[in-house]
T-cell receptor, first 111, second 114 residues
Framework: GEDVEQSLFLSVREGDSSVINCTYT??????LYWYKQEPGAGLQLLTY?????DMKQDQRLTVLLNKKDKHLSLRIADTQTGDSAIYFC???????????FGQGTELSVKP | DGGITQSPKYLFRKEGQNVTLSCEQNLNHDAMYWYRQDPGQGLRLIYY???????QKGDIAEGYSVSREKKESFPLTVTSAQKNPTAFYLC?????????????FGPGTRLTVT
C-alpha cells in the first residue's frame, strides 16, 4: 500500500543546515515532492524530483533520493528563521491525480 | 493575480448541520482537489475533479459531497453524516491530472463543529 512517513519535529539553530527525512513504501511513485506550509496557510511547492534521479539541487535546497531504501531527504543550507514551517513530502503515481502526503515535519529555527 | 481563494478562513457550525466550503481558482486549471488536514497527519484526499461535471472520490469521501458546474469552482459540502468534521480543509488545483504537475493550494478553511 501507499504510506509516507516523516518525523514530526526538527529544531535547528539559525545558520545551521537542516535535514528533513521521509520514507515511503510504494516504489511505483513517479515523482516525489517537498511542500512547505507556513502557519495557517496552504501548501507551497518547494521542489520535486523525478524518481529516476538521485539528487537535485536548487539554491539552498538539496533533495536526495535513495530509491533502494525508499528514502527521500531535503537539506536546507544556512537555515533562516523564515524557514520555520511544516514541510511535507509527497509522492505521485503514473495514473496521476493523487498525491500521498507524509504527516509533515515541523521545523523550528532558533536564533 | 492568479490563484486559489477559499472562503471563509474560519467557519463554525453546530453538529447536525450541513456546511459548504467555497473554492475558486482563476488559473484556468482543469483539475481541482479537496484535502483534509488533521494535526500530526498528512493531507488526505477527499474528492478530486479532472474536468467540469466530473469528479472522483478520494480516500476519505464518506460524509462529503462536491459539485463541479464551472471550471473555476469546486465547492465542498460537509454533511451531517461526516462523523468528525472539525479539521483544516485545503483546496488545490493543477493544469491537469498528470503525475508531474504542481498542485497549487488555497489558504485553507478551518472548520469547527460543536
Amino acid at each position: 500500500g501507499e504510506d509516507v512517513e516523516q518525523s514530526l519535529f526538527l529544531s535547528v539553530r539559525e545558520g545551521d543546515s537542516s535535514v528533513i527525512n521521509c520514507t515511503y513504501t510504494d516504489s511505483s511513485s513517479t515523482y516525489l515532492y517537498w511542500y512547505k506550509q507556513e502557519p495557517g496557510a496552504g501548501l507551497q511547492l518547494l521542489t520535486y524530483i523525478f524518481s529516476n534521479m538521485d539528487m537535485k539541487q536548487d539554491q539552498r535546497l538539496t533533495v536526495l533520493l535513495n530509491k533502494k531504501d525508499k528514502h527521500l531527504s531535503l537539506r536546507i543550507a544556512d537555515t533562516q528563521t523564515g524557514d520555520s514551517a511544516i514541510y511535507f513530502c509527497a509522492e505521485s503515481f503514473l495514473q496521476g491525480g493523487k498525491l500521498i502526503f507524509g504527516q509533515g515535519t515541523e521545523l523550528s529555527v532558533k536564533p | 493575480d492568479g490563484g486559489i481563494t477559499q472562503s471563509p478562513k474560519y467557519l463554525f457550525r453546530k453538529e447536525g448541520q450541513n456546511v459548504t466550503l467555497s473554492c475558486e481558482q482563476n488559473l484556468n486549471h482543469d483539475a481541482m482537489y479537496w484535502y483534509r488536514q488533521d494535526p500530526g497527519q498528512g493531507l488526505r484526499l477527499i474528492y478530486y475533479s479532472q474536468i467540469v461535471n466530473d469528479f472522483q472520490k478520494g480516500d476519505i469521501a464518506e460524509g462529503y459531497s462536491v459539485s463541479r458546474e464551472k471550471k473555476e469552482s469546486f465547492p465542498l459540502t460537509v454533511t451531517s453524516a461526516q462523523k468528525n468534521p472539525t479539521a483544516f480543509y485545503l483546496c488545490a488545483s493543477s493544469i491537469d491530472l498528470a503525475d508531474w504537475v504542481e498542485q497549487y493550494f488555497g489558504p485553507g478553511t478551518r472548520l469547527t463543529v460543536t
